[in-house]
C-alpha cells in the first residue's frame, strides 16, 4: 500500500510496517494479540489492513506509518483461506460461512 510494506515474521501475529523505498523501519514486532496462527495473506481497503486469524479473530490496523489498532472482531468459524475484495466489499471463507463485510 503506497511506500509501506508490512508483514509478520514467522506467522507469531507480530506486525511490522518499512518504508518500501529505502527498508528502514516504521515500526516492528508490534503485538497483534489474540491473532495466533495466520494462514490468509493481509488484505488492504482504503487506509485499513485486515488481518484475519486461524481462530477467527479478525484486526483491523489503520494503514500508515504508526501502530494503531482500530477493531478486533471475533467470528465463530475458522480460516485458512485468503480474502477476496470485491470494491469496497471484503468475503471470507470460513470453514462453516462465507462471510460479506463492507467498508463505509
Known amino acids: 500500500m503506497g511506500d509501506l510494506i508490512y508483514f509478520l515474521p514467522e506467522n507469531e501475529g507480530r506486525l511490522s510496517c518499512l518504508?518500501?523505498?529505502?527498508?528502514?523501519?516504521?515500526?516492528?514486532?508490534?503485538?497483534?494479540?489474540?491473532?495466533?496462527?495466520?494462514?490468509?495473506?493481509?488484505?488492504?481497503?482504503?487506509?485499513?489492513?485486515y488481518f484475519l486469524g486461524r481462530n477467527g479473530l479478525a484486526c483491523v490496523v489503520k494503514h500508515g506509518p504508526e501502530f494503531e489498532i482500530l477493531s478486533k472482531n471475533q467470528l465463530d468459524d475458522t480460516f485458512i483461506a485468503p480474502p477476496v475484495i470485491i470494491g469496497d466489499t471484503i468475503f471470507l471463507r470460513g470453514y462453516k460461512n462465507l462471510y460479506s463485510i463492507k467498508q463505509i
Open 19 to 49: 518504508n518500501a523505498q529505502d527498508g528502514s523501519e516504521y515500526y516492528t514486532n508490534e503485538w497483534l494479540e489474540g491473532l495466533g496462527d495466520i494462514f490468509t495473506s493481509p488484505v488492504g481497503i482504503k487506509d485499513c489492513i
